[in-house]
C-alpha cells in the first residue's frame, strides 16, 4: 500500500467524523445527506492508514445490510482502485485490507457477534438496531490497538422515529460526539434530487424536517413537542432561577421537581417520585432532600392543608400557580430538557398529548393520566415565571 497517493472526494460529514475523538460517535442526518457513504469511506480510509485491525459492518438484517452499506464500501474500493477478489471471502462476508479485517455482519445473527472483539464499529440506520444490540456491540470495543488509536463505534440514522434509545442512552454521554447533517451538505448531490427534497416543504412539513433537516420526529399530539435529555441539571451560576415543583399524591406518586430556568432553556430534575407517602413521611423526605429550607417550592394548590403543614415545618412552600393551559405555554417558550437520571418524568414526557375528541379533534386539555412529574415541573416553572412568589398583603388605611 506504500508509494501511493489517494485523492478523495467526500464531504465535511467525512472530515467531522474523522477528527471525533470520543468512543461514541451518532451521526443523524436527513436523506442524501452522505453520512452512510461518508462512514464507509471512513472505514476504508481507516484501513488504509492503520494495520492490524477489527472492523464490524453492521445492520439490522442482511439483505439490507448487502443492499446498502456492502453496496458503498465496494464501490469506494472499486473507485479508488484498490478491490481485489483475492482480498473478498463473499461467503462470510469478509474483506482484508492492509492486514485488517473488514466483517459484514447482520445484527440478527447474534451468534457471529458473540465473542467477536473489534477496534471500530460501523452500525448503520441505527434506529432499527436494540438498545441489547448497541450494549454487546461497546462491550466487546476492546480488541488491542497497539499505535494506541482509540477504538470507536459509529451510528448513522434519519431520525424518523420520536422515541429511540439513542435519544436518551447515548447521545447524552460524555463519551459521545453528535454530528447532524441535512442534503446541504452533500455538494455532489445532483439538482434534481435537491429539488425532490425541498418539494417536501409544501407537501409535507414532518417529512421536510425528518429527512431534509434532519431533525428527530415530532408528534403534533405531544404537549412538549420539542423537549430533549441532558446529562445532568446546570450549575446554578448558569441558572437565572432554581425553584422546586411538588405534586402531591398517595395512590399515585407524589412528585417533586427541581426546577432550572435561563434564558435558553428549562430543566427538570426528578428528585422524589414515590407512593404512599403520608403528611409527616413527606416532610421528613423533604428534610432529607432539601437541606436549605430557604428554596422556593411550589405545591399543588389543590391540597392547602398538606402546603401548610410542610409551611410549619420551616420550608418556603406556597400554593403554584395552576392555570394548566398558561403554565403549559410557559414552559413551550423556552426549550425543556429533562436530566437524564428522571426515568419516571422522561416516561411521562413521551406519553404526555393533548386530549383528543372521537373525530381526532385535537383539544388545548392534556390527558389527565400519569403526569405527578408533568404536573410539578409545570408547577415549579410557571410560579417562577408569573412571579407567585410574591406575598399579598392587605392595608387598612383611616378615615
Not at 458503498?72 to 472499486?78: H, N, S
Not at 422522561?346 to 375528541?357: F, G, M, N, P
Request: charged content about 25%.
Amino acid at each position: 500500500m506504500s508509494g501511493r497517493t489517494l485523492e478523495i472526494k467526500a464531504t465535511n460529514v467525512f472530515y467531522r467524523n474523522l477528527s471525533a475523538n470520543t468512543r461514541i460517535v451518532v451521526n443523524q442526518g436527513g436523506t442524501r445527506s452522505s453520512k452512510t457513504y461518508s462512514l464507509m469511506q471512513l472505514c476504508v480510509y481507516k484501513a488504509l492508514t492503520e494495520t492490524g485491525k477489527r472492523f464490524t459492518v453492521c445492520r439490522k438484517t442482511g439483505p439490507a445490510m448487502k443492499a446498502t452499506i456492502m453496496q458503498d464500501f465496494l464501490e469506494i474500493l472499486k473507485e479508488w482502485k484498490l478491490y481485489d477478489e483475492d482480498s473478498h471471502s463473499i461467503g462470510p462476508g469478509i474483506y482484508h485490507l492492509n492486514g485488517n479485517e473488514i466483517a459484514f455482519i447482520s445484527l440478527d445473527q447474534s451468534s457471529k457477534l458473540k465473542g467477536r472483539k473489534h477496534n471500530y464499529v460501523f452500525i448503520n440506520e441505527a434506529t432499527e438496531a436494540s438498545y441489547e444490540d448497541f450494549t454487546q456491540l461497546n462491550l466487546r470495543l476492546s480488541y488491542p490497538s497497539k499505535d494506541g488509536k482509540r477504538n470507536q463505534i459509529f451510528c448513522d440514522y434519519n431520525p424518523s422515529v420520536q422515541f429511540h434509545w439513542l435519544y436518551d442512552k447515548v447521545i447524552p454521554r460524555s463519551d459521545s460526539t453528535f454530528i447532524k447533517s441535512t442534503y446541504l451538505d452533500n455538494p455532489f448531490i445532483d439538482l434534481e434530487t435537491i429539488r425532490v427534497i425541498e418539494a417536501l416543504k409544501d407537501t409535507d412539513d414532518s417529512y421536510y424536517s425528518v429527512y431534509a433537516l434532519g431533525e428527530k420526529a415530532v408528534s403534533l399530539e405531544n404537549v412538549y413537542p420539542h423537549w430533549g435529555v441532558c446529562e445532568s441539571f446546570p450549575e446554578e451560576s448558569k441558572l437565572k432561577t432554581v425553584s422546586y415543583g411538588l405534586d402531591f399524591g398517595f395512590n399515585h406518586p407524589t412528585s417533586l421537581v427541581r426546577v432550572g430556568i435561563s434564558d435558553e432553556q428549562i430543566v427538570w430534575d426528578q428528585i422524589l417520585y414515590e407512593s404512599a407517602l403520608t403528611t409527616p413521611e413527606l416532610i421528613k423526605r423533604l428534610q432529607d432532600l432539601l437541606p436549605n429550607k430557604k428554596v422556593s417550592i411550589f405545591g399543588d394548590p389543590a391540597r392547602p392543608e398538606i402546603i401548610e403543614s410542610i409551611r410549619l415545618a420551616g420550608f418556603n412552600i406556597k400554593p403554584a400557580a395552576n392555570s394548566v393551559l398558561e403554565g403549559i405555554m410557559s414552559v413551550r417558550a423556552k426549550r425543556l430538557f429533562i436530566t437524564a437520571r428522571s426515568y419516571e418524568g422522561i416516561r411521562e414526557a413521551k406519553a404526555y398529548k393533548w386530549k383528543t375528541t372521537k373525530s381526532g379533534e385535537m383539544l388545548e386539555e392534556p390527558v389527565k393520566s400519569n403526569d405527578d412529574f408533568m404536573d410539578a415541573g409545570r408547577y415549579g416553572t410557571y410560579s417562577m415565571v408569573k412571579g407567585t412568589g410574591t406575598v399579598k398583603i392587605s392595608i387598612r388605611t383611616k378615615r
